[in-house]
């Protein structure tokens, strides 16, 4: 028996439906495996890239400004509200988590807007260098928040 106290239930309390929608994104946002290895035709092999690391990915200068932009906005403007808990008191109401889940639905409609995964509109480098662009600017709003909003 789970911890949840009844039997065949997971003790997260959880079920199926996280999978689901974890495994729907990831494969919105990164794209779809190589039809070849997936494939039950041991004969079929995949194409191989030229380059040892696979091509290098061309990055858009504008969606880059772009997407650094709306992190670094995004961020300070969920830090600024981020004391209120405007989105109530739990775990996923935190507006850090909340801010996140803006950023993946707008990954998830570039890439349907693009028809592309959205690895191959920007490089992974930049993904992670926003994410953390969008992180310290939320700190930045959170400090702005506390300490000059409320001022006398």
């Not at 439906?17 to 995949?46: C, E, K, Q, T, W």
């Not at 509200?81 to 801010?99: K, M, Q, S, T």
Request: charged share 10%.
């Amino acid at each position: 028996m789970g911890r949840s106290g009844r039997r065949g239930e997971p003790p997260h309390g959880g079920g199926i439906m996280p999978v689901v929608v974890l495994a729907f994104i990831s494969y919105a946002v990164i794209g779809p495996l190589s039809a070849a290895a997936m494939s039950d035709n041991p004969r079929i092999h995949p194409e191989k890239p030229e380059h040892p690391n696979g091509p290098p990915v061309p990055v858009s200068p504008h969606l880059l400004t772009w997407w650094f932009g709306l992190m670094a906005a995004g961020g300070v403007g969920f830090g600024l509200y981020a004391d209120e808990r405007p989105f109530g008191n739990g775990v996923i109401a935190h507006p850090l988590v909340v801010f996140f889940a803006f950023v993946a639905a707008g990954l998830l409609t570039l890439r349907f807007l693009h028809a592309r995964p959205v690895l191959q509109l920007l490089s992974a480098r930049g993904l992670a260098a926003g994410a953390v662009i969008g992180v310290a600017c939320f700190f930045i709003g959170k400090w702005f928040g506390v300490n000059l909003i409320n001022m006398p």
